[in-house]
């Protein structure tokens, strides 16, 4: 039987994609097969501009557990089903990357207890069937294996990736979100910064197929 290893579990909206503004419980996985989320081995990463914690199993709400129904009913008791007008709860895989850990038995249980299922993933890896929102975003030169879902979300620019290499992909939305440095030790390097909010901007406006995408919950100071 799977153990999951889960960094943390919380409740914010969803901060950026298609979906921004949507009340979601975000359940982190802990690891990736892209980066190992120590600096250390950063120059060297597959993803090397990832600014979030994915290591361990320490933060709030993570832990090991030992069954799927257990983590659904924790994600669950995030979602405030005491409310009659809360709605039908809406859960996000993220990491790291998810897919490394979800698998059938999770979706049953989680589609058991009420939820929608959201995944963000870096595409390498098929999603099991069953999942209700598959977002994907490309990262470095990672082979992409899901070509197909309901949100392409690109961070640009990014040196081994364009948008022209995924708009003809089968997606009901493409999502271009600035690449934020901030949080990134490198960048203390001497790395410049060139205006990244600016520049996908002006790709939306030539190529309004895509979205522009910002981290709306940083602006907020939210989680």
């Known amino acids: 039987m799977a153990v999951y290893s889960v960094k943390e579990i919380f409740m914010s909206v969803q901060g950026e994609g298609a ?9 982190r996985f802990s690891g990736c097969n892209l980066w190992t989320g120590r600096e250390k081995d950063r120059a ?7 600014d979030t914690d994915f290591i361990g199993t320490d933060g709030l709400g993570g832990g090991k557990f030992k069954t799927p129904e257990a983590l659904a009913e924790t ?8 409310d009659k007008y809360a709605g039908q709860p809406w859960v996000i895989f993220t990491g790291g990357e998810p897919l490394l850990q979800v698998n059938t038995a999770l979706i049953t ?10 995944v963000e993933t870096n595409g390498t ?19 992409l294996k899901q070509i197909s879902g309901d949100e392409l979300k690109l961070v640009y620019p990014q040196d081994e990736n364009s ?4 708009a003809h992909l089968d997606f009901k939305a493409f999502s271009l979100q600035p690449l934020d440095t901030a949080k990134i030790a490198h960048k203390k390097s001497g790395i410049s910064e060139t205006n990244h909010e600016n520049a996908a901007f002006e790709y939306c406006m030539r190529h309004p197929q895509w979205r522009l995408s910002l981290q709306t919950h940083k602006y907020l100071g939210v989680r």
Do not use: M
């Open 19 to 27: 979906q921004t503004g949507r009340p979601s419980v975000f359940v």
């Open 125 to 143: 890896i098929i999603a099991p069937k069953g999942i209700d929102y598959v977002c994907v975003s490309p990262k470095g030169d990672a082979a």
């Open 163 to 166: 948008p022209e290499n995924f």
């Open 75 to 82: 994600a669950l008791s995030y979602w405030p089903t005491q």
């Open 109 to 118: 249980a989680f589609h058991k207890v009420g939820f929608l299922i959201s």
């Open 44 to 50: 060297t990463a597959v993803c090397k501009f990832c």
